[in-house]
């Protein structure tokens, strides 16, 4: 399981910057969506579960960043992984 800490991130770069490192992706990735999408379904394999802490506070402050990766990941479970778990506390 990886846990990721979303809280105090100001806006949707620093969200893709936390992405990054966190899941792992290369340097060459392009810090928005579409590259998100790319990323999790031919470059990285995300663990079995992910866990999102601050997820009010992220809503708050990045709202539309916490609706576009719930929505990437609610995709690819729905299309790649089912099995897979998402916490967003």
Excluded at 22 to 48: H, Q, R, S
Excluded at 66 to 73: D, E, F, G, S, V
Aim: glycine share 4%.
């Amino acid at each position: 399981m990886i846990t990721i800490d979303v809280s105090g991130l100001p806006d949707e770069r620093a969200l893709h910057l936390l992405l990054q490192r966190e899941l792992g992706f290369p340097d060459f990735y392009g810090k928005n969506w579409t590259a998100f999408w790319d990323a999790i379904t031919a470059l990285v394999w995300l663990p079995d579960h992910l866990r999102f802490l601050s997820w009010d506070q992220l809503t708050k402050n990045v709202p539309h960043g916490a609706t576009m990766l719930r929505r990437a990941l609610d995709n690819y479970r729905a299309t790649y992984r089912p099995e897979l778990v998402v916490e967003f506390e």
